[in-house]
């Protein structure tokens, strides 16, 4: 079984950083994407920044230039620095991981974690 574990969210005054840690555990061999999606209040759950093995980083517009997704893969974490914060940034922040090849499974994902909160105020 997978499971994905998020920490580094909180509270934050618009303009400030925060830096979302997310740890995948089981019995991974390997792990091809990992990412973070976002949900709002009242919103559609959307992707914020993903990162395939090999490859480089893949943002959304909105957080382009502001955000920086980076990976451990000997630990199975995925960061996700966060500057520039503003409001619109409040959301539920969730880790992805897909293409997870599992000791002993067919099952590749995509899998979830439970979510942290950011909330951008002042």
């Known amino acids: 079984q997978v499971q994905l574990v998020e920490s580094g969210g909180g509270l934050v005054q618009p303009g400030g950083s925060l830096t979302l840690s997310c740890i995948a555990s089981?019995?991974?061999?390997?792990?091809?994407?990992m990412g973070w999606y976002r949900q709002a209040p009242g919103k559609q759950r959307e992707l914020v920044a993903t990162?395939?093995?090999?490859?480089?980083?893949n943002y959304s517009d909105s957080v382009k230039g502001r955000f920086t997704i980076s990976r451990d893969y000997a630990k199975k974490m995925v960061f996700l620095q966060m500057n520039s914060l503003n409001p619109d940034d409040t959301a539920v922040y969730y880790c992805?991981?897909?293409?997870?090849?599992?000791?002993?499974?067919?099952?590749?994902?995509?899998?979830w974690g439970q979510g942290t909160q950011v909330t951008v105020s002042s």
């Open positions: 992805y991981a897909n293409e997870v090849w599992v000791r002993g499974s067919d099952n590749v994902g995509p899998y």
């Open positions: 089981g019995n991974i061999n390997d792990i091809y994407e």
């Open positions: 990162v395939p093995r090999g490859h480089s980083g």
